[in-house]
C-alpha cells in the first residue's frame, strides 16, 4: 500500500510539474497600433514571480520624410498577488533604447519641441514601476493590461537641413517623468 501511495505521490507532483505554466510568449496590441513589431518573454521564477523581458523596434520610414526609427527594451520583474501569470501583479521595470525622430508634428506627450522642422537621434535609459492584471482566457491564453509610470534620461544629436541629415545643430540631454509602460498583451502560455 505504501509503495502504491509513494507512486501516486511521484506522479501527481510530476504532473503538476509538467502542467505548470512556466513561461509566457506575448505581444502588445497598442505597440503594433504605433506600427512596431514587439515580442516579449516571461518565465516564471518563483510561485508569485516572474521575469518579463520585452522587446521592441519600429524601422519604417513614413511619407513625407517623417520617421518614428526606434528599438527598445524593456526587462521587469513582477510580483503576482494571487498565482504568476493570474490576477493582479506589481511591477519594477527598466528601459533602454535608441531613437531616430523627425518631421512629426504631433509626437507623443509633447517631449520633443521642433519635430516637424528638425531630426532628433540619440539614447535612452530609465526605469520605472508598473500595475497591471492578467485575464485567464483558456488553457493556453492570457490577456493583460499594465501601466507603469517612471523616468527616462535621454541624450541626443539635433539635426536640421534638407533632408534632415545635413549638419548636426547641437547635442543635449533631456529628462522625462511620466508613462513609461502602457501594455495590453496577448499572451499564450507554456
Known amino acids: 500500500m505504501r509503495k502504491i501511495l509513494l507512486i501516486v505521490l511521484i506522479l501527481t507532483a510530476?504532473?503538476?510539474?509538467?502542467?505548470?505554466?512556466?513561461?509566457?510568449?506575448?505581444?502588445?496590441?497598442?505597440?503594433?497600433?504605433t506600427t512596431s513589431p514587439n515580442l516579449g518573454l516571461e518565465i516564471g521564477m518563483g510561485e508569485q514571480t516572474t521575469l518579463d523581458i520585452s522587446a521592441g523596434f519600429n524601422p519604417f520610414k513614413f511619407?513625407?520624410?517623417?520617421?518614428?526609427?526606434?528599438?527598445?527594451v524593456q526587462p521587469e520583474f513582477r510580483y503576482w498577488t494571487c498565482e504568476r501569470f493570474n490576477g493582479h501583479f506589481l511591477a519594477a521595470h527598466l528601459i533602454g533604447g535608441g531613437y531616430?525622430?523627425?518631421?512629426?508634428?504631433?509626437?507623443?506627450f509633447?517631449?520633443?519641441?521642433?519635430?516637424?522642422?528638425?531630426?532628433?537621434?540619440?539614447?535612452?535609459f530609465g526605469g520605472g514601476i508598473a500595475y497591471g492584471y492578467?485575464?485567464?482566457?483558456?488553457?493556453?491564453?492570457?490577456?493583460?493590461?499594465?501601466?507603469?509610470?517612471?523616468?527616462?534620461?535621454s541624450w541626443y544629436d539635433r539635426?536640421?537641413?534638407?533632408?534632415?541629415?545635413?549638419?548636426?545643430?547641437?547635442?543635449?540631454?533631456?529628462?522625462?517623468?511620466?508613462?513609461?509602460?502602457?501594455?495590453?498583451?496577448?499572451?499564450?502560455?507554456?
Not at 100 to 108: D, G, K, M, Y
Request: hydrophobic content about 40%; glycine content about 8%.
Open 100 to 108: 531616430n525622430l523627425c518631421n512629426l508634428s504631433a509626437f507623443p
Open 159 to 190: 539635426y536640421t537641413g534638407e533632408d534632415y541629415n545635413q549638419k548636426v545643430v547641437d547635442s543635449g540631454n533631456k529628462n522625462y517623468w511620466g508613462i513609461t509602460k502602457l501594455a495590453i498583451s496577448f499572451v499564450y502560455l507554456f
Open 63 to 72: 511619407s513625407h520624410s517623417r520617421q518614428w526609427k526606434h528599438w527598445l
Open 134 to 153: 492578467a485575464w485567464m482566457l483558456g488553457k493556453h491564453w492570457n490577456l493583460e493590461a499594465e501601466v507603469g509610470v517612471g523616468y527616462a534620461h
Open 14 to 33: 510530476f504532473s503538476v510539474k509538467i502542467n505548470a505554466q512556466n513561461v509566457g510568449l506575448k505581444t502588445n496590441l497598442l505597440y503594433w497600433a
Open 110 to 124: 509633447s517631449i520633443w519641441e521642433g519635430l516637424d522642422d528638425a531630426r532628433y537621434k540619440g539614447h535612452t
